[in-house]
């Protein structure tokens, strides 16, 4: 079955970075979207970036552009978002999610993790 894991998340300070990590398992990234999703409370879910396995294209939301970072480990059969620069405004519960689809919309999504959460503050 289908599965994604993601792991990294934590307390951070503002101006830190954290890298998280999402691995795939019963299905390999070939072929393949990969996204990532934050929700905090009382705001609705944000699409941050997703990654195409197949030629390379990525998105970012501009509140991340320049600061946040998508790649793929096809070996490692994972995907990672590097976040660097936190702000406080980053807070949230962060998903990923795998879809054959290149998008950046999360109700076209197939298969989510459980997400992981990141805290900024001191």
């Known amino acids: 079955q289908a599965q994604l894991v993601e792991s990294g998340g934590g307390l951070v300070q503002p101006g830190g970075s954290l890298k998280l990590s999402c691995v795939l398992s019963?299905?390999?990234?070939?072929?393949?979207?990969i996204g990532w999703f934050r929700q905090a409370p009382g705001k609705e879910r944000e699409g941050v970036s997703c990654?195409?396995?197949?030629?390379?294209?990525?998105y970012y939301a501009d509140s991340v552009k320049d600061r946040f970072i998508i790649s793929l480990d096809n070996a490692k059969n994972a995907g990672y978002l590097q976040m660097n620069n936190l702000e406080a405004e980053d807070t949230a519960t962060y998903y990923c999610?795998?879809?054959?689809?290149?998008?950046?919309?999360?109700?076209?999504?197939?298969?989510w993790g459980q997400g992981t959460q990141v805290t900024v503050g001191q």
């Open positions: 999610a795998a879809d054959a689809r290149y998008t950046i919309e999360a109700n076209l999504y197939e298969y």
């Open positions: 019963g299905f390999t990234l070939e072929n393949y979207a």
């Open positions: 990654i195409s396995a197949n030629d390379g294209s990525t």
